[in-house]
């Protein structure tokens, strides 16, 4: 499983890079917008190469280490990328600042509401798009 995990984070890291460089700074929008299309971009491909390397839909088993640890990949992967914006923003203390008024438990329900998001787009990526991608093979 690790190499379909390594080959997300590739994919996903590629995506949200030019997206990044593109997107931001050539059309000035946020950095939200950008982390759920290439998510959802990502995921795709990551079922589809999946898919077409086996021959077959991942087992519940796969299938469980495939979400999740591409979850615990592109969680890890968007905080970095939202914190090294965050303090590249010219306003950056006040960011912080307002950050600080969503205390503790705001900050948790946005992480678990994350955390939700992820697996859900993981789960139809390796549940729908790959018995699409597996039925357009054959």
């Known amino acids: ?4 995990l ?18 931001i700074y050539g059309l000035k929008l946020g950095a939200i ?15 589809r190469h999946f898919v077409k390397r086996e021959q077959r839909l991942p087992n519940k088993k796969e299938k469980n280490t495939l979400v999740w640890g591409s979850t615990i990949i592109a969680m ?4 970095i990328v939202i914190f090294l914006l965050i303090f590249l923003h010219p306003r950056a203390e006040g960011i912080l ?10 900050n948790s329900f946005l992480v678990a509401i ?6 859900l787009i993981f789960h139809i990526a390796y549940n729908g798009y790959a018995r699409y991608s597996l039925n357009k093979l054959k």
């Open 1 to 4: 499983m690790s190499h379909y």
């Open 6 to 23: 390594k080959y997300f984070a590739a994919v996903y890291s590629i995506a949200l890079i030019l997206l990044v460089s593109i997107l």
């Open 33 to 47: 917008t950008l982390l759920l299309p290439s998510l959802i971009a990502s995921a795709f491909l990551s079922a």
């Open 76 to 79: 890890s992967m968007g905080f």
């Open 97 to 106: 600042i307002t950050i600080g008024y969503a205390g503790r438990a705001g």
């Open 114 to 119: 994350a955390i939700a998001l992820h697996g």
